[in-house]
């Protein structure tokens, strides 16, 4: 049980750590580039994901329960 704490802990800074990467780019477009409003919305995407898959459990919708 604690191997699977430490590997969901490791998962959840590498989330955080990336998440801190894309808004820091996030800002980068928004102060230099002018109606950059699509680049915008592909980054706020890029960042919805890792938060859906890792801690929405959205894969887990789709797979088969485990003992049915």
């Keep these: 049980m604690e191997e699977s704490k430490k590997k969901a802990f490791n998962t959840g800074i590498l989330v955080l750590v990336a998440l801190a990467i894309l808004t820091g780019i996030e ?21 919805a994901a890792p ?16 003992g049915h």
């Design 27 to 47: 800002f980068f477009i928004a102060i230099s580039l002018p109606n950059a409003i699509i680049l915008l919305f592909i980054a706020a995407l890029l960042k």
């Design 51 to 66: 938060i859906m898959q890792v801690f929405m459990h959205m894969s887990s919708l789709w797979s088969e329960e485990e």
